[in-house]
């Protein structure tokens, strides 16, 4: 009787995932008791992670109880834990042929080969299942697809689930992540909501809620959601909360505070093309003397952006500086700034140096050392000279030598380009002689053929590789008396370059955080050569014509 009173509160404990209180109660059976065996090898897997000893309880218990789907369950996690997924796949089909068309069994086998990477064989399972239609199918289902980056699909079962039970908090959250992922930010935002009335308390429901606000340009709105998830994931913890609140924060010109959480890119779920060496610690800006290695980060344009820091940097650092950059940069680079050693990024060797620091990092270094960004142009300024140029150059006989460029590569931004016929309508809006030089990379033929055609203008440099040659594309540039561009490598090369550059950028969704910081005549602090030319309704480039005519036109 005393036993079976036990059994009863272990199993309470265990189904309250309690492992470790079920553990120690569970020592009052017999050594050889599958209910002991199981709160051990439960405990082992969950707690301890010690993998080899949850599978030898839990296959004592298994051999006791084969029919037993909770400890066939945990015996499979306990095997692909410990690099075993073959074997926990083949345990859960041999279950399966004395338990025919168990549900629980078909969602972990699915799960099971998708940990193999057999991700057809597991979507079979679930769609050719008699259990097709139970809402453990579908959502296992809407998993795997999200898993692969199916998110259109996953979205469509994730819906269906909430069409099946309206209160399924889950289903909406899931629902909410798969719009986000498809950049459907409102109904994102709609979903989530609804997640969190029906009782989710996630941090993960808070972050995505946070980043769905922040991409509507509600930036209010979404710190409240992102400090809500930071505070209730713990510290550390919320990654992306962290990354996007930072983002937020630069963005309104909160620079200290953003660039304080702005390393949280770094441990972000994905895939990065850089990340920081493992083996020298980063630098901390407190010590003046030694060998610093800077390295570049992400694409050319923040490459460029950041050396706009190097300055100061010397004024907090005495010993020798190197920075890792792309290989197309180091002339230009080397040229603007000779106090540092500007070496090929592929292949560094980082045991050269005392200490490292992502050139995306000096701005946290300057600013706690000095709250004021020393590196950007004042906010307030009495004159606005970098455009002085078009003055004279109406005295000149020949036309405005424009360079063009209209898309960026950052598939993650679309809101950056501009169509090449929208291009074409502002440049002949501007009543002024020009002659065009083409700026792209990556450029196609038809598009530069409709700008040619509908500007009646000859292009030059048609055919020029300006995505490797980047020494020729720099000479170019400052040959220029005007550069007309979205926000892409060739705005951060002109403004490195000091020449006169009109940026077109859309009202939020594709403008990065850095053309937020202008002064009071619409440059940006970081270029000061460089103006924006903001869309006044998001989507729609024609509303920037009447900004960018009277910044040529009127000077």
């Known amino acids: 009787m005393q036993n079976a009173t036990q059994e009863i509160e272990i199993t309470k404990l265990i189904n309250e995932k309690k492992f470790q209180a079920a553990s120690v109660l569970s020592e009052r059976l017999p050594t ?33 109880h084969p029919r037993n789907v909770f400890i066939v369950v945990a015996l499979a996690e306990a095997l692909t834990q410990s690099g075993k997924v073959s074997k926990a796949s083949e345990l859960i089909k041999n279950t399966l042929k004395i338990l025919p068309n168990n549900p629980v069994l ?9 940990r193999e990477g057999t991700y057809a064989r597991a979507i079979d399972t679930l769609t050719v ?105 713990g510290p550390g913890r919320a990654v992306d909360a962290t990354y996007h609140l930072s983002l937020i924060y630069l963005r309104t010109g909160k620079l200290k505070q953003g660039f304080d959480l702005y390393d949280a890119r770094f441990f972000r779920s994905g895939k990065r093309t850089h990340n920081p060496p493992k083996n020298i610690p980063w630098w901390d800006g407190q010590t003046y003397s030694g060998k610093l290695i800077l390295w570049s980060e992400q694409g050319i344009g ?40 500007f070496l090929s990024q592929q292949d560094p060797d980082w045991s050269r140096y005392d200490f490292h620091l992502p050139t995306g990092s000096i701005p946290r270094i300057l600013l706690a050392r000095d709250q004021k960004p020393q590196w950007l142009a004042p906010k307030t300024i009495d004159r606005d000279g970098w455009f002085s140029r078009f003055v004279n150059s109406r005295e000149l006989s ?22 090449p016929h929208e291009l074409a309508k502002i440049l002949n809006s501007l009543n002024r002689p020009i002659q065009l030089v083409n700026l792209q990379y990556d450029q196609k033929e038809a598009d530069l053929q ?60 594709g403008r990065l955080w850095y053309w937020e910081q202008l002064d009071d005549h619409g440059n940006s602090r970081w270029y000061p050569s460089v103006k924006v030319a903001v869309q006044k309704t998001e989507g729609h480039w024609s509303s920037t014509a009447p900004k960018i005519s009277e910044i040529i036109n009127d000077q």
């Open 106 to 114: 078909e969602v972990q086998l699915a799960f099971s080969l998708a």
């Open 32 to 64: 050889s008791h599958p209910l002991r065996l199981a709160a051990k090898g439960l405990e082992s897997l969950h707690i301890k992670c010690d993998y080899d000893a949850a599978c030898a309880n839990l296959r004592r218990a298994n051999k006791q």
């Open 450 to 509: 409709a700008i040619s055609e509908l500007t009646n203008q000859n292009i030059e440099r048609w055919d020029a590789e300006n995505k490797l040659d980047i020494d020729g594309l720099y000479e170019t540039i400052k040959g220029l008396d005007l550069v007309i561009s979205v926000s892409n490598t060739n705005v951060h090369l002109a403004g490195l370059a000091n020449v006169p550059t009109i940026m077109l950028a859309s009202k939020y969704s």
């Open 302 to 341: 923040d490459h460029v952006l950041y050396t706009r820091t190097f300055e100061q940097l010397s004024d907090c650092f005495e010993g020798s500086v190197e920075c890792f950059a792309d290989a197309r940069l180091l002339h230009i680079l080397s040229a603007n700034y000779p106090g540092i050693n």
């Open 398 to 419: 020949r036309p405005l030598r424009i360079g063009i460029s209209w898309f960026s590569s950052n598939t993650e931004l679309p809101g950056k380009n501009i169509e």
């Open 129 to 233: 299942s008699v259990n097709s239609d139970r809402a453990s199918h579908v959502g296992a289902l809407a998993f795997l697809h999200f898993n692969q980056d199916e998110f259109d699909r996953a979205k469509e079962l994730y819906q269906l689930l909430t069409l099946k039970n309206p209160t399924d908090a889950e289903a909406f959250f899931n629902l909410g992540a798969s719009h986000l992922r498809l950049k459907e930010h409102v109904k994102a935002e709609i979903a989530l909501k609804e997640s969190q009335r029906l009782g989710c308390k996630r941090p993960e429901l808070l972050s995505h809620l946070g980043i769905a606000l922040e991409e509507q340009n509600k930036p209010k709105e979404a710190s409240k959601y992102l400090i809500q998830a930071i505070d209730l994931a």
